[in-house]
């Protein structure tokens, strides 16, 4: 995803607000954004203390992805009649993923 928004490659689950427009600067910030993710999940995976951490950014993001398109922020820059199916599949597939790492974890601390 940081790659992607570096160089503006929109492509759904890499962007998931892939069809609409965009300053190729918001990209680049965006970009250094994910790199902290990345590293935040990096950490998670060797240090459990990160963990909790991880699993809270993971699950801000898809609360703050959700209100995006539920905006009227997105609503004005989508063409007339565009759907937000394709964004709030690709939510739900980042949900998705934080649920099972959540599970995962309270698993895992159970079993601890």
Known sequence: ???????GIKQPLLFVYYDTPYYA??????SFAVVSYVALFYSAAYHRAVVPAALIVLGITVL???????????ANVLQEGQSTTPYWIQTG??????????VLYVRDKKNA
Not at 25 to 30: E, G, L, S, T
Request: charged share 10%; glycine share 2%; no cysteine.
């Open 1 to 7: 995803m940081a790659a992607a928004h570096y160089f």
């Open 64 to 74: 703050g992805l959700a209100s995006v398109n539920v905006s009227d922020a997105l």
């Open 25 to 30: 600067y918001q990209d680049k910030i965006i």
């Open 93 to 102: 597939l980042i949900a998705m993923y934080f649920t099972v790492l959540l």
